[in-house]
């Protein structure tokens, strides 16, 4: 025989038939692609609550921004004492004194939002938000500001859209090698994450942009433009009453102390205190030499935020060599610019080493 015969003997025919596959070969590829399922899943996941959290974000952010939410700090808080604040109204008047403290909060918060927006920054925007809103949430707690939940999910939140890139942090924070970053991938297919890879920047831009535009529309500068009257702003102490003081102080209903809110455009904030010691507050206007004033009920106790006003007082208002003469509806007086009682805002800002003011 020769050599090829010898060959052809040697190796079965059987051996060069191709394996049928077996179960443990179509095994792992089902394995496999349970597996991106679960994967892509958990990136829609985090899509939505990174988009849920930048939302959010961005509705607190720009309020603070455009001092909506603590407002700015006006001749009506003047006749409120210490012991008469709120926890919350401690807060909120400390923020509303600075509008840079509150627009740097509103920004910090705005930030956040805009790098949790895009792919590429969405663990960046995870730690800047948990930052921000721990922060939030310990002053919630500690003046009694009733949204504790929402901005301790908040918190939590930032953290889970960040927990993915926690290993390349801690690469890099123990100078190991890092891996090419990783991205999010909400989208699986192919041909749809070439169109939203161009889209979902695109969407951020807009929504940032939108937002902004709307809650700057909503002010229309409320926060910082003039009253109606330039006269009648201010704080003042009653000089002069026409009515006869009552037999006790208790039942004393006569006019003590009166503030007109400098900031408004429409209305401005109106406060006032009664010799028998109630407090009032409330809004506004000026028409012509009228001064119509809505006010809410003696402040009693707790109250909600949202109130209805009691009444409507209409006055007639001149300027008096003393200061200011309101009339009318059973109100004949003269005010005085009572300087102690807006100290607060005449205080001006001093780089010099002087003596601290502590008052």
Known sequence: MNQD???????PRDTLAPTPPTSTDVGPTDS???????????????????????????????????????????????????????????????????????????VAEVVAAALLLFRRTAWLGGLVA????????????????????LTLVMTLAGLVVAAPWFAHLGRILTGRPVPAPML????????????ARWAG??????????SGTVFATMTGGAGVAAPMS?????????????????DQL?????????????????????????????????????????????LYPAREGDRPLVREYERTV?????????????????VDVILAEDPESRYLFDRGFSWAPTTPVNR
């Not at 949430?137 to 939940?149: A, C, H, R």
């Not at 330039?230 to 009552?246: F, Q, S």
């Not at 209903?253 to 408004?264: P, S």
């Open 5 to 11: 015969a010898d060959l052809s003997v040697a190796v």
């Open 32 to 106: 496999g692609r349970a597996r991106r399922r679960w994967v892509t899943a958990g990136w829609i996941a985090h899509w939505v609550l990174r988009l849920w959290l930048a939302c959010t974000l961005l509705i607190y952010g720009w309020s603070k921004v455009f001092l909506m939410q603590m407002g700015v700090a006006d001749y009506g808080d003047s006749l409120t004492t210490f012991g008469e604040m709120s926890p919350m109204g401690l807060l909120w008047r400390f923020m509303a004194f600075s509008p840079i403290v509150q627009i740097l909060a509103g």
């Open 130 to 149: 948990a930052a921000v809103m721990a922060v939030v949430f310990l002053l919630n707690m500690t003046f009694d500001v009733p949204v504790k939940q």
């Open 184 to 195: 999010p991938r909400p989208v699986p297919w192919t041909r749809l994450q070439r169109v």
């Open 201 to 210: 920047p695109l969407t951020a831009v807009a929504v940032l942009g939108v």
């Open 230 to 246: 330039p006269g009648l702003p201010g704080v003042y102490r009653v000089v002069e009453d026409t009515a006869p003081p009552a």
């Open 250 to 294: 208790v039942e004393d209903a006569r006019w003590q102390q009166v503030a007109f809110g400098q900031h408004g455009v429409e209305h401005a904030r109106f406060a006032l205190r009664l010799a028998n010691g109630e407090f009032y507050e409330g809004r506004y206007s000026v028409d012509g030499d009228r001064v119509l004033i809505d």
């Open 314 to 330: 209409v006055l007639t208002w001149a300027p008096v060599p003393a200061g200011v003469a309101l009339s009318g509806e059973g």
